[in-house]
């Protein structure tokens, strides 16, 4: 990290200015979520009092949408809850009367468990695919090997994980088929996830390692006498690395999402299954709940890695000058072939740095 | 992603042919420009020879016209009542009388997932239609007029990029109700920004060009150059994205069928279809496999189209 003062304070003015744009991002997911489920008709109140039944007196359902606050205008719906929002009450589950935090915040571990797994085994797997097809010699092999990922891309994960029920918990009793009470529990289950995102993850790195061994910073590294592995893991896979590193919140979104199949398939509690049951039950307090919490953790994964990307890219300074987007800076810069040509160092300018 | 890269090559090209030329000069070589476009036009011939060396792509369009002849006439394929089962029959393994083997209450399988072809490839094309028109003007609009309306409308594309596509879609679903046209919707309003941030660099691409200028130069309205243009030479990426934005489609759609928020019970929806054999997963291995794999295979062959479509039209320009 920067050492001195005024680079410390253009430190701190970045890290205010992303987390200003962060929480704007999170007030607009939610204006959006609240236009998608408030503004469009539904009626929620007549489908927990049961359908289209006639036990219901008009005056008991008027009543209900009351206390609801569903009989209000649009805008102080809006502001209502968003002032709510803003106090940490996230609304009420219109099918169980509890609060939509504590609906939420029961079901967060489980999900995060499955999520973390199927994160390190779609990281492993498909950097590992990737760095394998592009590493061996044999060009069938090679072909073979970057034909799987776009064979997970097709597969659909539902099926996926029914496959691997079948073949593992009934076929060779290997692990359980449902439920969380073990970690075995827990391998079917994270593998199903991690597949489409594995698989592009795959796909994203295979495509620039190829790109990045025909640079030439690859052909130095090589001239100067380093072995082969050497220049594919220490020097082509580093900056390969970089754009894959930019796309976590979008994989972090892809696998909270995912949980809906997957939870649905193996039967265990989390997030998705309460996403499923919600939208089952048009329980709208808790699908906009969802939604913003699936917001902040994207959010929130695009914090980090701004934070962390300085470090792995020294090209990339921490500066107060908000950036638009992160990635048109990040191409740009690695074409330049003045700034490319050092990259091999990073070690050592880091070191500098620190 | 786009703004640096997609203004690159227009402004490079600039660069190159405008300073010092005449407006004379800029016309020949906008009319040049077209010119190499209309003759690098493919003929039938030089499409059979493209498929021809590439079996692959030859065996994912061959699938897909497969699968395009069962969502429309599917009895030609399978001429029995995908609804009617003969209870004596419940439950068989794929043999030559039933393909794809029996369900529980003995309705043949591949009559259902052939019947079920059409509703699944109909909500995917809505979805993707509907992506692809909502995206495309919202691009087009942002790309041309640039400034701030580009700027909201970008924006609001990033919005709508840090909400999980499928959370969105299950939010607009809670919001339209259940049934296939609704998912079909959600499914497509989910890609609208990611299709609006596409379409956005093809027209800035395109509109930086040669022959842009020419044809405002020559006087044309802006309106006109947009539709007579801007919006045919921008086309043809966004139609390699219709294809691959239909796979893409197929899963969404057969992920919330899955999930059971398509069409209700007896209706043979892919993603349903696999949902249905879910309770006989240890007896009956053909009633999740088989419409499984059909998924599967249907999306394999239309991202191979696209990626096919993709190289062949990047190795043009």
């Keep these: ?354 | 992603m786009s703004e640096t890269t997609a203004l690159l090559p227009g402004t490079a090209q600039h660069a190159g042919d405008g300073f010092g030329a005449t407006a004379g000069d800029r016309f020949q070589d906008a009319v040049a420009d077209r010119a190499s476009r209309s003759a690098a036009r493919p003929t039938w011939t030089s499409r059979f020879r493209w498929f021809a060396r590439r079996p692959a792509a030859a065996l994912a369009l061959l699938w897909l016209l497969v699968v395009l002849v069962a969502a429309l006439w599917p009895s030609v394929i399978a001429p029995g009542d995908p609804l009617a089962g003969v209870p004596a029959e419940n439950l068989q393994g794929p043999s030559a009388a039933h393909w794809f083997g029996t369900d529980q209450i003995g309705r043949d399988l591949f009559t259902r997932v052939v019947h079920g072809t059409s509703l699944t490839i109909s909500a995917a094309s809505i979805a993707v239609v509907v992506g692809l028109v909502v995206g495309s003007v919202l691009g087009l609009v942002s790309g041309f007029a640039g400034g701030r309306t580009d700027a909201v409308i970008m924006r609001a594309a990033d919005v709508l990029l840090a909400i999980p596509g499928l959370l969105l879609s299950l939010a607009i679903i809670t919001a339209l109700g259940f049934g296939t046209v609704n998912v079909a919707i959600a499914v497509g309003i989910a890609s609208v920004a990611s299709v609006s941030r596409i379409m956005r660099s093809e027209v800035i691409k395109v509109r930086t060009s040669a022959y842009i200028e020419a044809a405002r130069a020559s006087g044309n309205g802006w309106l006109r150059v947009l539709l007579r243009h801007v919006l045919p030479n921008s086309t043809g990426p966004v139609i390699v994205l219709g294809v691959l934005e239909f796979g893409g489609a197929i899963l969404a759609v057969s992920a919330l069928s899955f999930l059971g928020y398509g069409a209700p019970a007896p209706a043979p929806e892919w993603g349903a279809l696999v949902s249905g054999g879910r309770d006989y997963l240890r007896g009956a291995w053909w009633l999740t496999t088989l419409p499984g794999l059909t998924i599967a295979l249907t999306v394999l062959a239309a991202n191979r189209l696209a990626r096919g479509l993709d190289s062949e039209g990047t190795g043009r320009r």
Excluded: C
Excluded at chain 1, 108 to 118: C, E, F, K, M
Excluded at chain 1, 123 to 129: D, E, F, P, W
């Design chain 1, 1 to 354: 990290m920067p050492a001195t003062t005024t680079n410390r304070s253009s430190t701190v003015r970045y890290i205010a200015s992303r987390l200003g744009q962060s929480l704007i991002v999170l007030w607009a997911a939610y204006t959006v979520s609240f236009i998608v489920l408030y503004a469009l008709p539904s009626d929620p109140v007549a489908l927990l009092a049961g359908g289209d039944a006639t036990d219901v007196t008009p005056e008991q359902l008027a009543e209900l949408t009351a206390q609801y606050g569903l009989d209000q205008p649009l805008v102080v719906q809006y502001l209502l809850r968003l002032g709510g929002v803003l106090r940490g009450d996230f609304g009420t589950s219109i099918a169980t009367g509890r609060p939509v935090s504590e609906v939420i915040g029961e079901a967060v571990s489980p999900t995060l468990q499955l999520a973390g797994l199927a994160f390190l085994i779609a990281v492993l797997a498909g950097a590992g695919l990737a760095v394998l097809a592009t590493y061996v010699r044999g060009r069938s092999l090679s072909t073979f090997l970057l034909g799987l990922p776009p064979l997970g891309v097709a597969i659909p994960s539902f099926w996926f994980g029914l496959m691997l029920i079948q073949w593992f918990s009934f076929q060779l009793p290997l692990f359980p088929a449902m439920g969380d009470k073990s970690v075995a529990s827990l391998v079917l289950p994270s593998i199903a996830l991690a597949l489409p995102t594995g698989a592009m993850i795959a796909q994203l790195l295979s495509k620039s390692l190829a790109t990045a061994l025909g640079e030439a910073y690859i052909d130095t590294a090589r001239a100067k006498g380093a072995d082969r592995r050497r220049v594919h893991l220490r020097h082509a896979l580093r900056n390969a690395a970089l754009p894959a590193i930019t796309m976590t919140g979008l994989i972090v979104g892809q696998l909270l999402s995912g949980t809906v199949v997957t939870e649905t398939v193996f039967s265990r509690p989390g997030i998705g299954r309460v996403t499923a049951t919600a939208v089952q039950q048009q329980d709208i307090p808790v699908v906009q709940g969802i939604v913003l919490f699936a917001a902040t953790a994207f959010v929130l994964a695009n914090l980090a890695v701004d934070l962390v990307y300085p470090l792995l890219d020294p090209r990339i300074q921490l500066t107060a000058a908000p950036r638009r987007r992160r990635q048109p800076s990040v191409p740009a810069h690695a074409e330049d072939p003045v700034t490319a040509a050092p990259a091999p160092d990073i070690d050592a300018v880091l070191e500098a740095a620190r």
